[in-house]
């Protein structure tokens, strides 16, 4: 089975450091990553493209560039008149009518924002999704959180883009390993996880020599491989953590490499034991190019 991947950065943006950092204080995390003079961190946000038996899977969208000025400020988008993810596709030659299928992990904008035109093509009326040709994988439950979700986290899902997943006719809802696709069988694992959204569906892509799994919110980065640390945006921050530590027991004996959407200097790494019980990333990756893994 031939399979390959590459990190595709989609727009950046800059989030205030103590959100990303949980109960983390600065005083700790700052040691990782330096705040601008608003407190804020810059993150990636980045796609996952998997190339298998000559079809292309993108795992995410990243941000996109869909909003509108006030809200691309408010969330520190950077170069928001731009759709970066489109531009470094075609960097490594790729389409967006190329690509066969997009999973996503869940649809908070920061993941899913990415399937819409820029604010300024939506202004000239293109308003469809930009990737022509995909199907639309989306857990069962994220999607039911989407459709339905709590006060606490509404703000984080797009108004408009559900109707738009479902008209296209193209929206794959995963509820087991049987909803994959036949021709994906065995090259393709789910692992689904709570701790920050219901129903988060991180992808795991099997039988090339080394996994690769796409970490998702569960481990946005380098500095979130640490067990204790979490997010203020996570749904239960504890849960994370034991999630975080049941998996690293499969992640070490598989020997998996770990691709992270929101670190923003490391793309992939794996995952180091300390003597002392820590964890940490080795063999770290700033980017992958039509890797084979």
Same mark, same amino acid.
């Given at each position: 089975?031939?399979?390959?991947?590459?990190?595709?950065?989609?727009?950046?943006?800059?989030?205030?450091?103590?959100?990303?950092?949980?109960?983390?204080?600065? #005083?700790?995390? /700052?040691?990782?990553?330096?705040?601008? +003079? %608003?407190?804020?961190?810059?993150?990636?946000?980045?796609?996952?493209?998997?190339?298998?038996?000559?079809? %292309?899977?993108?795992?995410?969208?990243?941000?996109?560039?869909?909003?509108?000025?006030?809200? =691309?400020?408010?969330?520190?988008?950077?170069?928001?008149?731009?759709?970066?993810?489109?531009? &470094?596709?075609?960097?490594?030659?790729?389409?967006?009518? /190329?690509?066969?299928?997009?999973?996503?992990?869940?649809?908070?904008?920061?993941?899913?924002?990415?399937?819409l035109p820029s604010y300024d093509?939506?202004?000239?009326?293109?308003?469809?999704?930009?990737?022509?040709?995909?199907?639309?994988?989306?857990?069962? /439950?994220?999607?039911?959180?989407?459709?339905? *979700?709590?006060?606490?986290?509404?703000?984080?899902?797009?108004?408009?883009? &559900?109707?738009?997943?479902?008209?296209?006719?193209?929206?794959?809802?995963?509820?087991?390993?049987n909803d994959i696709p036949a021709?994906?069988?065995?090259?393709?694992?789910?692992?689904? #996880?709570?701790g920050h959204t219901p129903g988060?569906?991180?992808?795991?892509?099997?039988?090339?020599?080394?996994?690769?799994?796409?970490?998702?919110?569960? !481990?946005?980065?380098?500095?979130?491989?640490?067990?204790? !640390?979490?997010?203020?945006?996570?749904?239960?921050?504890?849960? +994370?953590?034991?999630?975080?530590?049941?998996?690293?027991?499969?992640?070490?004996?598989?020997?998996?490499?770990?691709?992270?959407?929101?670190? *923003?200097?490391? =793309?992939?790494?794996?995952?180091?034991?300390?003597?002392?019980?820590?964890?940490?990333?080795? =063999?770290?990756?700033?980017?992958?190019?039509?890797?084979?893994?």
């Amino acid at each position: 089975m031939s399979i390959k991947i590459s990190s595709v950065e989609g727009n950046r943006q800059l989030l205030d450091g103590g959100a990303m950092f949980g109960n983390a204080p600065r #005083t700790v995390w /700052e040691k990782w990553v330096t705040p601008d +003079v %608003k407190g804020r961190i810059p993150l990636a946000c980045r796609s996952m493209l998997v190339e298998i038996n000559g079809k %292309k899977i993108l795992c995410e969208t990243g941000i996109g560039a869909f909003f509108e000025p006030k809200l =691309a400020d408010r969330f520190g988008v950077e170069n928001p008149s731009r759709h970066l993810l489109l531009e &470094n596709l075609a960097k490594i030659g790729v389409k967006p009518e /190329e690509i066969d299928e997009i999973i996503l992990s869940h649809l908070h904008f920061d993941h899913a924002g990415g399937l819409l035109p820029s604010y300024d093509e939506q202004q000239k009326g293109h308003n469809d999704l930009v990737f022509p040709n995909a199907r639309f994988w989306v857990g069962a /439950e994220a999607w039911e959180r989407a459709e339905h *979700p709590h006060f606490r986290d509404r703000a984080s899902f797009i108004p408009t883009l &559900n109707e738009k997943l479902k008209n296209s006719g193209r929206l794959l809802i995963i509820r087991s390993e049987n909803d994959i696709p036949a021709e994906y069988k065995g090259a393709i694992e789910f692992v689904f #996880t709570d701790g920050h959204t219901p129903g988060q569906m991180h992808t795991l892509i099997k039988g090339g020599t080394q996994p690769a799994f796409f970490c998702g919110d569960l !481990i946005p980065g380098t500095a979130w491989m640490h067990l204790p !640390i979490t997010m203020g945006y996570d749904r239960f921050p504890e849960k +994370v953590i034991d999630e975080k530590s049941k998996l690293y027991g499969r992640i070490e004996k598989e020997n998996w490499l770990l691709f992270f959407t929101h670190d *923003p200097v490391v =793309a992939a790494a794996s995952l180091h034991r300390t003597p002392e019980g820590k964890f940490e990333p080795k =063999a770290t990756k700033k980017e992958l190019v039509h890797a084979a893994v």
